[in-house]
């Protein structure tokens, strides 16, 4: 942790513009920014950077078995009056819409079988590249890769995104299908 604080420091020295960003989301986000940057920094100074993805991967795919329903309070949305697969849709299109200051949605469809949000642009990528950390804009995808399984049960759906703006592609397509109608596999998630 001594090398984590003294890796923070020099961040906020170094990329200060970066970091003015993170700080525009809130003191708390920009302190998570600012954490798992170092954190990435002092591993991949020993290990390597894909090593340091790796395990600060591994950190974001277990919290994510926590934090996705918790966000999504599935008990409460489970006493909703109607169909739980409808009610989460419509969760996700509220949640999507509030959310348009930390990302740029595109584009809505909300068909029977599936809801599709077209998101394009991505402000943790943005902070995570201006802090000079690439890798650390990745693992909100790879959280969420690893997350949505815990709930796709209890709101019958199934989850899917096989673009991400971390990994390259122009947008990401967060796709929630009634569980049953998705015709790509989980592996092509990104």
Partial sequence: M???NKEKKRIKKDNSEGYARAVELGGEPANQFLTM???FNVVANKEGREKAYQ???SIWQNYSKHTIPGLYDIDNLRKCEGDIYENYKKFNIAM???GNKDYHVKEIKDEPDCLTVIVDRCVS???A???NCPEVGMLGCDHDVAGYPYIEDAVNSEFRRLHTIAKGDEVCDFMFFKKGKCPFDASKNK
């Fill in 96 to 98: 999507f819409k509030a």
């Fill in 125 to 127: 990528v943005e902070i």
């Fill in 55 to 57: 395990f600060t991967k």
């Fill in 129 to 131: 590249n201006a802090l």
């Fill in 2 to 4: 001594i090398k984590v």
């Fill in 37 to 39: 940057v170092a954190l």
